[in-house]
């Protein structure tokens, strides 16, 4: 995978996810919800975000949970549009954010704002929704 989010401030906030045993998941990936407290590293925009993961996850050791934070500042790279300060955003795809509206909020892919302008395809900081 590519464009991990890199931690600033670090997140409070910690949620015990499930994710596919066989699967590697490196640190700073951007999950989302693929089920029941079930979660998948992003692979395309408005998906349910899960938090982003704090450890990476090496598949085919028998375990099955990761620890996704979801709060602190997070620098994560946007899609091929700029975004603004204050802006809020949404998962736009693998590993990757966008300029949420309102649907994005009704799925549950907002993931937070921006603290800071932001070019395309950029790295930025986010600060994370906490919840």
């Known amino acids: 995978m590519a464009n991990e989010a890199v931690c600033i401030e670090a997140p409070r906030i910690i949620k015990n996810r499930i994710v596919a045993e066989a699967t590697n998941i490196p640190k700073g990936t951007i999950l989302y919800f693929s089920g029941d407290n079930t979660a998948s590293a992003t692979s395309a925009a408005d998906q349910s975000f899960a938090?982003?993961?704090i450890e990476e996850f090496k598949g085919g050791e028998g375990l099955t949970n990761v620890s996704a934070a979801m709060d602190g500042v997070w620098d994560i790279v946007?899609?091929?549009?700029?975004?603004?300060?204050?802006e809020a955003v949404?998962?736009?795809?693998?590993?990757?954010?966008?300029?949420?509206?309102?649907a994005d909020i009704l799925n549950g892919a907002f993931i937070g704002y921006l603290q800071e302008t932001q070019d395309a395809s950029e790295r930025c900081r986010v600060a994370l929704r906490g919840y």
């Open 51 to 53: 938090g982003i993961t």
């Open 78 to 86: 946007a899609t091929a549009a700029a975004n603004v300060l204050g």
């Open 90 to 102: 949404a998962i736009g795809g693998a590993n990757l954010i966008v300029s949420a509206d309102a």
